[in-house]
């Protein structure tokens, strides 16, 4: 909401949740009974000040399907001992609400400034804007009234549609922003603005506009590293792979990224592991294991390897997949552990997503993928643990079009 200390205005955050502040200070409901039913009132009024909110739509939203006898003495109730809280938090004596016809108002004689709405009105004043520099400003300022989702996790239906209706409008701006910045070569704002997007909305793929922007500056292991760190996020936390968009942009990379001069024993040095190799497997982030994966595949087309990829995924006593749950974290971590301690040194693991690990086993053969399963459990199981682990084994074939595999051809757990 900004640094504003102006007195005598009620300041209104709807963005990322719901507050109210007075002359500084926040106003908090004293009674725990009625504060569902205060906030919700005061989120209906405030946010539509201008058309009011009817009495149907009023008494729907404050008590839902619950059975009152007398929804219009209810709602009056309510309303009664909103007024009192207001003028107990130390608002100037008024009618607060107003009632005109079968629709109720926010009073005009208290200023109301709300998040949201000053969203709305620097978006249009921004469509509205000829000079690109005010414009720019204008769309910037809108983005940063964006703290997060509309009233948090409300669940009130149109509490839902404002929130889509929101992030739609969100997604605009930045998207015109960035248009804007990118016609004026702004990439230092392109990137805090990326940064900033990504924070309020999350797993939006927002991470594109920042790695664009240092692209755009040169700045490539920057931009490398936020590739690989975004491409681990979105795996562990919603078990998507990277966007077209992302893909693209690691394309843009790979054709920019340019290194100085140097000699070959320099850049050897360089390509090695930091600290020399790892005991263990080679544990690798996605956008690496796929790489090697390919890699891999063409060297099949020269000799005759046996190449499998092994699905690891931690289960729960029933033999269902574990998606959630405080022990997730623990466990798969532990899996991790197992199934480095486990696999030769020139294999590769990914951590794919939650409690789920992806293994490529370079010249084996099913068999010992069978005693690697075997090993794995060993090492994981503890006591007596009623979680365990659900292997899927693919042979990796390479054909003249294309990497195929034959299916699953072992299935087991622990």
Request: glycine share 8%.
């Amino acid at each position: 909401m900004g640094n504003d200390n102006r007195d005598n205005i009620l300041y209104v955050q709807m963005f990322g949740g719901f507050s109210m502040s007075w002359n500084g200070k926040p106003l908090r409901s004293t009674s725990r009974s009625s504060e569902t039913q205060f906030v919700y009132l005061m989120q209906l009024l405030l946010h539509n000040r201008e058309k009011g909110v009817s009495r149907s739509r009023l008494e729907q939203t404050l008590f839902e399907d619950r059975d009152i006898n007398d929804l219009h003495h209810a709602a009056r109730s309510v309303i009664y001992n909103a007024k009192r809280k207001l003028k107990a938090a130390g608002l100037p004596e008024s009618d607060y609400i107003e009632r005109r016809k079968d629709v109720y108002y926010w009073t005009s004689q208290i200023p109301v400034v709300e998040d949201a709405a000053e969203m709305d009105r620097l978006s249009r004043e921004a469509e509205g804007e000829t000079d690109p520099a005010k414009r720019l400003k204008l769309y910037l300022d809108a983005c940063h009234r964006y703290t997060g989702e509309f009233l948090g996790n409300q669940t009130a239906l149109w509490a839902a549609q404002e929130a889509r209706r929101y992030r739609a409008l969100f997604c605009a701006c930045v998207e015109a922003a960035v248009q804007l910045m990118r016609e004026s070569h702004e990439y230092f704002q392109m990137e805090a603005l990326g940064l900033y997007a990504a924070k309020v909305s999350p797993l939006a793929d927002w991470e594109t506009v920042t790695m664009e922007a240092l692209i755009s500056m040169g700045r490539y292991e920057d931009a490398r590293k936020l590739y690989d760190d975004t491409v681990e996020l979105y795996l562990q936390e919603a078990g998507l792979k990277p966007s077209p968009r992302l893909m693209g942009l690691l394309d843009r990379l790979g054709a920019q990224m340019g290194h100085h001069y140097a000699v070959l024993d320099d850049i050897q040095e360089k390509l090695s592991e930091t600290g020399g190799p790892a005991p263990g497997g080679y544990l690798c982030p996605y956008p690496v294991f796929q790489g090697i994966y390919q890699m891999v595949v063409r060297m099949m087309e020269r000799g005759g390897q046996s190449v499998y990829l092994m699905l690891c995924t931690v289960v729960d006593s029933k033999g269902n997949p574990m998606k959630e749950g405080s022990m997730l974290e623990e466990l798969s971590q532990r899996l991790g552990d197992a199934i480095q301690q486990s696999i030769r040194h020139g294999d590769a693991v990914n951590r794919y997503g939650k409690g789920q690990y992806l293994v490529l086993l370079i010249n084996t053969t099913r068999e010992n993928c069978q005693i690697l399963q075997r090993r794995i459990n060993y090492r994981f199981l503890v006591g007596r643990q009623r979680t365990g682990v659900q292997y899927y084994v693919n042979s990796v074939i390479c054909t003249a079009d294309n990497t195929k595999a034959k299916g699953i051809i072992d299935k087991g757990g622990a």
